[in-house]
């Protein structure tokens, strides 16, 4: 009972300890890992990734994944000068490549280290495209959602070791029950629905600021219809998935474009 209660209490205290609003969500978030921790190793993974793999340079495609990163940067920055947090981005070190992959990718590492890969570019089609995906990366970032599941995965430890305390006098195969029966509810009730309110608000930051940047957030739509297509069909149910379903994902956008150019329209950005 005493090992339960201290780990229960630890958890409180890093509860209480570790949420902060975010600019762009407005929510509060669970965080225990500042950016002083987390950028250094982000930045390094980055160069060696780079390192690791071909990047494409002083190509056209390499010029617009910097031009249209760059936008995004510049639209994030004006909403959070406007939303009184000018110094949100002073820790952020801008990268933007284009790595030859013929897989359909992009991602955006904490600290603003943006990787687009050669073979989502025939999807993207055009600017606006790229923009639609560049902005959800970088709203991941934005939104700390590395630091924020890196936080989540040591709350699901410190519960499998609760759970190890709890059952520690029963027989080993009702530990072992208990334990998988854990290890599938925390991932399927909690880390995965987690993951999917991240993409959903990587689509909602990442549409805002497409708009601001001068990019005209009905395009999002078109480019996630593309990418329904390219799948074939061949995505698990949503509630084993990481991210909502293709469906879910297109209403989603359609019901946030209004509220995009609204937001948009705030800077003089206006569109029909």
């Not at 190793?41 to 980055?46: A, D, E, G, H, L």
């Not at 340079?57 to 936008?71: F, I, L, N, P």
């Not at 708009?211 to 078109?222: R, S």
Request: hydrophobic share 40%; proline share 4%.
């Amino acid at each position: 009972m005493k090992k339960r209660n201290i780990l229960l209490g630890l958890a409180l205290v890093g509860l209480m300890v570790s949420c902060a609003t975010n600019p762009f969500t407005g929510k509060q978030s669970l965080n225990f890992v500042s950016n002083s921790e987390l950028f250094p190793s982000s930045f390094q993974q980055y160069g060696t990734f780079l390192k690791d793999n071909k990047v494409v340079s002083g190509t056209a495609d390499a010029k617009r994944v910097e031009t249209v990163g760059m936008k995004i940067r510049d639209a994030a920055q004006r909403y959070l000068a406007a939303n009184g947090q000018p110094d949100y981005l002073n820790d952020y070190r801008w990268e933007y490549k284009l790595v030859d992959n013929k897989e359909v990718n992009a991602w955006c590492m904490p600290g603003g280290k943006i990787v687009v890969y050669t073979g989502i570019l025939p999807i993207t089609k055009d600017d606006a495209g790229l923009a639609t995906v560049m902005g959800h990366e970088v709203s991941h970032a934005l939104a700390n959602h590395g630091a924020q599941r890196m936080s989540a995965a040591q709350l699901q430890q410190l519960g499998a070791v609760g759970v190890a305390v709890a059952t520690g006098k029963q027989s080993t195969e009702n530990q072992k029950i208990w334990q998988e029966a854990y290890g599938i509810g925390s991932q399927v009730g909690v880390m995965l629905p987690f993951s999917r309110s991240h993409e959903s608000e990587a689509d909602k930051i990442g549409l805002i600021l497409m708009a601001i940047a001068g990019y005209n957030p009905d395009t999002a739509v078109g480019f996630w219809e593309r990418m329904s297509a390219s799948s074939n069909g061949q995505a698990p149910p949503q509630f084993l998935s990481t991210h909502p379903s293709d469906a879910n994902r297109i209403a989603y956008l359609k019901s946030l474009i209004p509220q995009a150019k609204a937001e948009a329209a705030k800077f003089g950005v206006v569109y029909k």
